[in-house]
């Protein structure tokens, strides 16, 4: 079972080190008792040698039972796991300790798991549950005291031969650093990614609150406050709005199902952005569009938007080899200083947009006119 970790971000992925903590990280409870297992192999093969049989047979009981804790990691049973691991390092740790001594160091392998417990414990329980970790640190630290002094100066019932105890005691201690060592590098390792992993999805977050989702386009959550910004800063207040609506949109969606709507959508933004490259572009909602237009007057603003319109009524959007066409009918305002909010503005140019739908759609509106007064005419 993996370890329950935030995905990683692709700029950690890069070198060949990050690639192996990532796996190590994820795989972390299978290598855990995989090298335990290895680490009984070669144990049992030095008390094979000694002949140390009382420790030849529990090795031979850890091995087994850390192979089954290796089939429980890849089913994703890991509480199993986690306290056959601290009861097997500590009846070891005792057992070994009577029979060979203290002097090789076996009752260190009771420090060699505090790492374990921690790091599998931390990720095994949340809340007032974590207390069960601080107890069995507690245990194990007030074990180590009692076996020093147990035996101390204790005659163990067998004695190694000279060249195998230093090696033993040389090993306790390399597994006791080695597993802090390896423990705290994929806690800070995977801490620091659960980190970044968070910053990226508050930003992603941000990003979905002022984005639309289907066209990448602002939405009124992202438009609106910028549009503010804008309408504060008299010495850059210069620009026009225009609120864009497809025409007979529901005509789309009926006869071509909502994906043939969804591409017309996608389209028709891949067109105002190629019309109006750098504008600021608003889905207002459904088939409503905003533009802001910045540092042109009305005059430039409306030849640049008919012109949009002209070309949205002329590409139409290929949807499985068919052709969908559609018109947009469009409102223009420009800025001016009786203007305090930007709703204000909007409300103006949507007003003007819902006079050209109703005098014959596929139209640009950039004056309040009256009945019977259409400037410019419906488009050819």
Same mark, same amino acid.
């Given at each position: 079972m993996n370890n329950p970790m935030t995905p990683i971000p692709t700029e950690k992925r890069n070198t060949a080190v990050n690639r192996l903590l990532r796996y190590l990280a994820q795989h972390v409870y299978s290598i855990t008792v995989g090298v335990m297992c290895i680490v009984h192999m070669g144990l049992l093969v030095i008390m094979l040698i000694s002949n140390v049989w009382p420790l030849v047979y529990m090795n031979v009981l850890s091995v087994v039972v850390y192979s089954f804790c290796y089939i429980l990691c890849r089913t994703g049973n890991i509480k199993p796991v986690y306290y056959s691991v601290i009861l097997e390092v500590t009846v070891y740790a005792i057992v070994s300790t009577h029979f060979i001594g203290i002097h090789t160091g076996s009752y260190c392998f009771l420090f060699s798991i505090v790492p374990?417990?921690?790091? /599998?414990?931390?990720?095994?329980?949340?809340?007032?549950?974590?207390?069960?970790?601080?107890?069995?640190?507690?245990?194990?630290?007030?074990?180590y005291i009692a076996l020093y002094i147990a /035996?101390?100066?204790?005659?163990?019932?067998?004695?190694?031969?000279?060249?195998?105890?230093?090696?033993?005691?040389?090993?306790? $201690?390399?597994? $006791?650093? /080695?597993?802090?060592?390896?423990?705290?590098?994929?806690?800070?390792?995977?801490?620091?990614?659960?980190?970044?992993?968070?910053?990226?999805?508050?930003?992603?977050?941000?990003?979905?609150?002022?984005?639309?989702?289907?066209?990448?386009?602002?939405?009124?959550?992202?438009?609106?406050? $910028?549009?503010e910004n804008l309408m504060k800063n008299r010495s850059t207040s210069r620009f026009c709005?225009? /609120?864009?609506?497809?025409?007979?949109?529901?005509?789309?969606?009926?006869?071509?199902?909502?994906?043939?709507?969804?591409?017309?959508?996608?389209?028709?933004?891949? $067109?105002?952005?190629?019309e109006l490259p750098g504008c600021d572009i608003c889905r207002w909602g459904g088939e409503e569009f905003v533009i802001l237009l910045r540092d042109l007057t009305m005059a430039e603003a409306r030849e640049k938007v008919d012109s949009l319109r002209k070309s949205i009524a002329t590409t139409p959007t290929v949807f499985f080899n068919k052709q969908i066409f559609i018109t947009i009918t469009i409102g223009l305002e420009e800025n001016k200083s009786f203007y305090g909010k930007p709703e204000e503005i909007i409300k103006v140019a949507d007003a003007r947009m819902y006079y050209g739908k109703q005098h014959g759609k596929n139209v640009l509106i950039y004056e309040d006119l009256e009945d019977g007064r259409l400037e410019p005419p419906i488009a050819e």
């Open positions: 374990i417990i921690i790091y /599998f414990g931390s990720h095994l329980y949340q809340g007032s549950k974590r207390w069960g970790i601080v107890a069995m640190l507690t245990v194990n630290f007030a074990l /035996f101390a100066n204790a005659t163990s019932p067998y004695e190694l031969h000279p060249v195998i105890e230093p090696i033993l005691t040389i090993f306790s $201690m390399f597994a $006791m650093v /080695f597993s802090t060592v390896f423990y705290n590098t994929i806690y800070i390792y995977t801490s620091e990614n659960e980190v970044i992993s968070l910053e990226q999805k508050n930003r992603e977050l941000s990003a979905d609150a002022q984005e639309d989702a289907l066209t990448n386009l602002l939405n009124r959550r992202g438009f609106l406050p $910028m549009l709005v225009a /609120f864009c609506d497809l025409d007979d949109f529901k005509r789309v969606n009926d006869s071509y199902g909502h994906d043939g709507g969804d591409e017309v959508l996608k389209h028709t933004t891949l $067109m105002i952005r190629e």
